[in-house]
């Protein structure tokens, strides 16, 4: 009897056809991953932009793509190659989580695994290598001037925004012994790289260059996508959609950099005064940056209007 009424139930199921089966399957093996990200950053662990620029700079390529992360106070020595930002990256529920550092290298990863699109896809050769030399002028010459600015002509504002209360919140004794090495690292490194060796004029000069080529780039980008949008009917309002570095229709990864370094210099107003002064100078930079904060980071402070 116990066996027939198995069978009955058996009998009684619907009958799925080809189509059905598949569909069910597909649902079954491929099923839509969302990977869990955790971004380690600096201070201050609260949800706002931070000082370093390639925090900002990731941060804005996580949120220009709607890929959902959450953030959490970062180390060095937990660090992969001793840097931050770094990240926790689980690909899947069933993957074990990857610490992987360099905003770079992140991001390559992350359009490897199609978790984020590739921003320059559509550009051609050119236009690729015009977004790379972007990035590099900032990544690779302006932030030594940065670095400089903060740790070594500034430094007791910068290790107290980093270490003391605006920061770690470490005993004045463990801000003076790190603060220190870190400070004789950085003169060594830059002395050895080339900016430790200008006068304070000379690196004014050319920090002011960098910042005007900059300041160009976004005028033309932002005439570009004027254009184009009173083609469509529409107006560029203040405060409304905002325009990119290249002129074109969505950003590129030069945006996550650019922006990345416009709101860290606006951010660091007590150890960085002299670029925030000049940054703000330049009222495309500001609506630039005004324009992205507005629509991709909302939910954090805006810098002061002036310093």
């Known amino acids: 009897m116990h066996h027939h009424f ?17 569909e069910i399957h597909s649902k079954v093996i491929l099923p839509k991953m969302t990977p869990k990200i955790i971004l380690y950053r600096n201070f201050p662990p609260t949800p706002n932009h931070t000082w370093s620029p390639f925090v900002n700079k990731l941060e804005t390529r996580l949120r220009l793509s709607s890929v959902h992360y959450t953030t959490a106070p970062g180390s060095l020595s937990q660090s992969p190659n001793s840097k931050i930002p770094y990240i926790s990256y689980q690909s899947s529920p069933t993957s074990t989580p990857e610490l ?8 390559h ?16 050769p050119v236009e690729k290598a015009l977004d ?7 990544e690779d010459k302006l932030q030594f001037f940065n670095t400089r600015e903060q740790w070594v002509d500034n430094y007791y ?3 107290e925004g980093i270490l003391g209360s605006g920061g770690a919140g470490l005993p004045w004794v463990m801000q003076w012994l790190i603060g220190g090495k870190i400070y004789k690292d950085i003169i060594r490194t830059l002395y050895g790289q080339g900016t430790g060796r200008y006068s304070p004029k000379e690196v004014r000069v050319l920090k002011e260059e960098i910042w ?6 976004l005028v033309e980008g932002r005439n570009k996508t004027l254009a184009a949008r009173r083609q469509g009917g529409e107006e560029m309002k203040g405060g409304g959609e905002p325009f990119w570095i290249l002129g074109g229709n969505g950003p590129t990864e030069a945006d996550c950099t650019v922006y990345g370094m416009v709101v860290g210099r606006l951010m660091c107003s007590t150890a960085a005064s002299e670029t ?14 005004r ?3 507005g629509r991709y980071f909302s939910n954090y402070d805006l810098w002061e209007e002036e310093i």
């Open 109 to 124: 990863r992350l359009v490897f695994d199609s978790v984020l699109p590739d921003l320059n896809a559509h550009l051609s």
């Open 100 to 107: 992987l550092s360099d905003s770079t290298l992140i991001t």
């Open 276 to 289: 925030g002064r000049l940054v703000r100078s330049y009222s495309v930079l500001v609506d630039y940056a």
């Open 6 to 22: 198995l069978q009955i139930r058996i009998d009684t199921m619907p009958t799925l056809n080809h189509t059905d089966q598949t």
């Open 212 to 217: 005007e080529s900059v300041n160009a780039f």
């Open 132 to 138: 790379l030399s972007i990035r590099s002028l900032l």
């Open 157 to 159: 504002p910068m290790r």
């Open 291 to 293: 324009r992205i904060h």
